[in-house]
């Protein structure tokens, strides 16, 4: 039994990173991380020429971490909320998933998903709600998802997390005391943390039972 894990961020102390490791972590079963701002995935051209074998044409990462998922028996796969939308990098990854279902293929049909979303619209959860999709879409078995507010940006000096300006937060109009709750580049949320743990429990018996 084996899963994959998937950050689509391109910060190096990601909370998607970081969620998604400790829910394999906790599940006990064989993982590997994949880091997809570190290699070179292209979006979805729409040239068709998928439809006949079931395989992109373009000649970048993207089949290496397809072979590595349809070896697997889970995917993990988490990514941040940019405008109101999973990441570019995450997007052009589930976009070439396209390649993969023709003539009712569904390379990726069965396999056991986790979709790991940092979104601060609650109601929304755009971010979780794409990958989910897009995991239902290849005929994926969503077991769990989990969303965090993840990692607070000031967009109104430019200078994110480490605002120069002073008090990031105050920009926000947050209090103090939300600034600490907020001011965790590497903790992400307390009863995320739990929820995590409760997931990576729950993959570890569904997999080790079909030992
Ligand atoms: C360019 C950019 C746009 C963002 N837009 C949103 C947004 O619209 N909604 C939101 O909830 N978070 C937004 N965020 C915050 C990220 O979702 C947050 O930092 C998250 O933790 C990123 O995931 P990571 O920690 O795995 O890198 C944005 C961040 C960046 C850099």
Request: proline share 1%.
């Amino acid at each position: 039994m084996k899963a994959i894990g998937i950050s689509s961020s391109g910060r190096t102390k990601a909370y998607s990173k970081i969620i998604v490791k400790d829910i394999l972590e906790e599940s006990g079963i064989e993982y590997e991380m994949i880091n997809l701002a570190a290699m070179n995935i292209r979006g979805c051209l729409g040239c068709l020429k998928c439809a006949s074998n079931n395989k992109c044409v373009q000649k970048d990462d993207f089949q290496e971490v397809v072979d590595k998922i349809i070896e697997a028996d889970a995917l993990v796969f988490g990514g941040g909320n940019y405008y109101g939308m999973l990441n570019a990098i995450g997007h052009a990854f589930w976009e070439r998933t396209f390649s993969l279902r023709h003539r009712e293929s569904f390379l990726f049909a069965g396999k056991l998903g986790i979709a790991v979303g940092l979104d601060r619209n609650e109601d929304k959860k755009e971010a979780t709600a794409f990958i989910k999709k897009m995991m239902l879409s290849n005929k994926m078995a969503v077991i769990a998802t989990l969303t965090d507010p993840g990692h607070w940006q000031c967009y109104d000096c430019g200078y994110g997390h480490d605002c120069v300006v002073g008090n990031v937060y105050a920009h926000m109009g947050l209090t103090t005391a939300d600034n600490a709750e907020a001011n965790r580049p590497e903790e992400y949320g307390r009863e995320a943390q739990k929820e995590a743990k409760a997931i990576g429990k729950m993959l570890g018996s569904i997999l080790s039972a079909r030992k």
